[in-house]
């Protein structure tokens, strides 16, 4: 079974930046399109964003365009979500997705998840 690892989380300050990082374990981080996923307390999953596996297209939700850019570095099995002016509403556990088909941008569709890292945006 594929592992997805996530890093990066923690506690920043409203304005700040933050810079998520994902691996994987068992293929070439190639073999799969990436995406982030969150969710904040009493509230379901939402998608934050996409990349395909190249990384030549990307998709993103609404609260992420403008402020947050998904990327990958297949040479280096790495994905990240760089997060800029975060704000406290922000605050949620954000989740590393890939899937093998396609691209991860609804969330009852994607097959593999990390574990999560906690986010905290304070005021």
């Known amino acids: 079974q594929e592992q997805l690892l996530e890093s990066g989380g923690g506690l920043v300050q409203a304005g700040g930046s933050l810079r998520l990082s994902c691996t994987v374990s068992r293929r070439p981080l190639s073999s799969y399109a990436m995406g982030w996923f969150r969710q904040a307390p009493g509230k379901e999953h939402e998608f934050v964003a996409a990349?395909?596996?190249?990384?030549?297209?990307?998709d993103y939700g609404d609260a992420a365009a403008g402020r947050f850019t998904i990327s990958r570095d297949n040479a280096k099995n790495m994905m990240y979500l760089q997060m800029n002016g975060l704000a406290p509403e922000d605050t949620a556990v954000y989740y590393c997705?890939?899937?093998?088909?396609?691209?991860?941008?609804?969330?009852?569709?994607?097959?593999?998840w990390g574990q999560g890292t906690q986010v905290t945006v304070s005021p």
């Open positions: 997705a890939a899937d093998l088909s396609h691209v991860p941008n609804e969330y009852s569709t994607t097959y593999y």
């Open positions: 990349i395909n596996w190249r990384g030549d297209m990307t």
